[in-house]
């Protein structure tokens, strides 16, 4: 009875030890492929990084790991400081080298409310009700015409022009600058281009923020009138047609 005893006693400490050599065998499997091997120490994803956040905000997001040279991929991070405060421009997955080209601005990363301003251009903001945005229907991405009106105090009347055509709207919020969805996005929770529609709870006294984007020049004429006169927005897509009748005052108003 003792001998069978002992005997399963030494077979579970021959199991156990075997299986502890065996674990340690796989364990250091990656170190012996890699004896022989040149390699280089890059950083890669263990966590998934979802677009937009910083591998700084991401503690054990990412791990420095001994990889063969000739699979180290191009623009792969061996720094961190190569990364700086950039952010994520799209979702990293485990298992990838973090790489620098995937690394972007923050401002760069811009959501369903804004697009990007185009090269040369500066962004002014306007506070209008609704009535003066298309009801409130305008949308990042859209190009508006822009009237602009005056009172002339000389002549004791004002003046109405459509002075600029197809200006780029580049940002659209509530006035609380909260991301104004369109209908659709609301219906489907999918995302639009941020339209304003009225969202519940919001009044046309609120007013909207309407961010274009102009050269100076025409930005210094679109903030006078907004100082000393008033401005309307229409919505004017790509194929409209562009015109006016020029300056309109009381004595051209039923011409």
């Not at 991070?77 to 690394?103: F, I």
């Not at 000389?154 to 600029?164: D, H, I, P, R």
């Amino acid at each position: 009875m003792k001998t069978r005893l002992l005997g399963g006693i030494a077979a579970l400490l021959v199991a156990i030890i075997g299986t502890v050599l065996l674990v340690s065998y796989v364990q250091n499997a990656d170190k012996r492929a890699l004896a022989d091997t040149e390699t280089e120490s890059v950083y890669v994803v263990e966590k998934t990084v979802a677009a937009g956040t910083g591998i700084d905000k991401v503690a054990g997001a990412v791990v420095r790991k001994e990889v063969p040279k000739l699979a180290v991929a191009a623009g792969a991070v061996t720094d961190l400081n190569q990364v700086g405060q950039k952010v994520a421009a799209v979702d990293l997955m485990p298992g990838e080298q973090l790489l620098a080209t995937r690394m972007v601005d923050a401002a760069s990363i811009l959501g369903p409310a804004r697009v990007q301003v185009p090269t040369g251009m500066q962004e002014i903001t306007l506070k209008l009700p609704i009535e003066r945005v298309v009801g409130g229907t305008l949308a990042a991405g859209d190009t508006v015409g822009v009237f602009l009106s005056v009172q002339d105090s000389t002549a004791k009347t004002g003046k109405t022009q459509l002075t600029f055509h197809k200006v780029l709207v580049t940002a659209a919020q509530f006035s609380d600058g909260s991301t104004a969805k369109s209908q659709e996005t609301v219906a489907t929770e999918e995302s639009s281009k941020g339209a304003l529609n009225a969202k519940k709870g919001s009044t046309s006294n609120e007013g909207y923020l309407i961010t274009l984007a102009r050269n100076s020049g025409d930005a210094e004429r679109i903030i006078f009138a907004t100082e000393f006169g008033t401005v309307y927005l229409s919505k004017e897509p790509a194929n409209a047609v562009e015109g006016t009748s020029g300056v309109v005052n009381t004595g051209r108003l039923f011409r």
